[in-house]
């Protein structure tokens, strides 16, 4: 089925409600997509659920694949990039059901795992969202737990501290390095690649805020659920293999870290826009000033190394960049970025 970016959906209140709304928004990852599609079916096969897919303008046959090979989909077309934030917003006008699935189109949940996230849901009312363990491409786990953003963090981060420290609770804080990937915890927030939320508390609160176009969207939503007496759990039986940042990789014109996950640029207008909405102006300089600060002085030990030089070069000017364009974290560019 196709709806059109209007469309609205009414609550279904009798016995046959899905249990588990999935969403996936898709951009340019056709093939992968299918692989997801494939690997979501199966994996949601013991749950009653209903599939709603976001294709966000995508050109590369993505909907059309969508339509032809997984019919008993909901496919919502958007007229253009929403950004992961309102794509979601926009499938949820669609969605009957208890829970909330967030499922990126590069992962792929293990057989048993929704249901299994499900249950804990019911079993754990105070929960309003949970992520579980993301496995990457190599086989390892990756960072699937974390502390909230702060100055201190982005700083441990830039200077290496924590990977070099990863088993210190101190050093390894933002990413839990330290912690046991197979023990279950309350954490402050679970990345959006494979995550559970309780629909009733995305009513109460509100969903994503969409002046996140992307990256630090689950962040937020994470923060206002601790801030209404909610908890975020990290379940680690709620396992996928996560590939991450393939839909980055076809945005033209755009730095890619060096992880080759994430977009420069929109990670840092973004990483403005939650310091500005949380923390203040005050914050939100000091965290741009600890990124211009760091990489000014790597510019200067790596003088003699033009490539090292530039690429400190490249994160200076994105930085200004991303501050002129946000006026200091007040205010999102015009969508799409």
């Known amino acids: 089925m196709t709806y059109p970016t209007n469309y609205q959906h009414a609550r279904n209140a009798d016995s046959a409600r899905p249990e588990l709304s999935i969403f996936v928004v898709s951009f340019n990852t056709r093939d992968l997509l299918r692989r997801s599609l494939v690997a979501i079916q199966a994996a949601a096969s013991d749950v009653r659920h209903e599939l709603i897919v976001v294709d966000n303008a995508s050109h590369d046959g993505s909907a059309e694949m969508v339509e032809s090979e997984f019919p008993s989909a909901t496919l919502i077309r958007a007229p253009f990039n929403l950004g992961f934030a309102a794509a979601n917003n926009l499938a949820r006008q669609a969605a009957d059901g208890e829970f909330i699935a967030l499922?990126?189109?590069?992962?792929?949940?293990?057989l048993g795992s929704l249901r299994a996230g499900v249950d804990r849901m019911r079993a754990q009312p105070r929960v309003a969202l949970a992520g579980g363990l993301l496995i990457g491409k190599n086989g390892q786990p990756e960072p699937s737990a974390r502390m909230f953003p702060s100055p201190l963090?982005?700083?441990?981060?830039?200077?290496?501290?924590?990977?070099?420290?990863?088993?210190?609770?101190?050093?390894?804080?933002?990413?839990?390095?330290?912690?046991?990937?197979?023990?279950?915890?309350?954490?402050?927030?679970?990345?959006?690649?494979?995550?559970?939320?309780?629909s009733q508390v995305i009513d109460q609160i509100g969903f994503f805020d969409e002046r996140f176009f992307l990256y630090y969207e689950e962040v937020d939503l994470c923060r206002r659920m601790h801030q209404a007496g909610f908890q975020v759990a990290y379940w680690p039986d709620l396992r996928a293999v996560h590939w991450g940042g393939e839909s980055s990789k076809t945005v033209s014109g755009q730095k890619i870290s060096s992880s080759g996950r994430q977009l420069t640029l929109w990670r840092m207008r973004s990483a403005l826009l939650y310091y500005r909405k949380h923390h203040g102006w005050l914050t939100t300089a000091l965290s741009a000033a600890i990124e211009i600060g760091?990489?000014?002085?790597?510019?200067?030990?790596?003088?003699?190394?033009?490539?090292?030089?530039?690429?400190?070069?490249?994160?200076?000017?994105?930085m200004r960049r991303a501050w002129q364009d946000t006026l200091g974290g007040k205010v999102s560019p015009p969508r799409p970025w």
Request: proline share 6%; with cysteine.
């Open 103 to 110: 499922i990126n189109p590069d992962a792929f949940p293990d």
């Open 153 to 198: 963090n982005d700083f441990l981060a830039l200077s290496g501290l924590s990977a070099s420290h990863a088993k210190s609770r101190f050093f390894g804080r933002f990413d839990r390095t330290w912690a046991d990937p197979d023990a279950a915890a309350m954490v402050d927030w679970v990345p959006g690649a494979y995550c559970l939320v309780r």
């Open 294 to 318: 760091w990489h000014m002085l790597r510019r200067l030990r790596n003088r003699h190394h033009p490539e090292k030089a530039g690429e400190s070069s490249g994160v200076i000017a994105h």
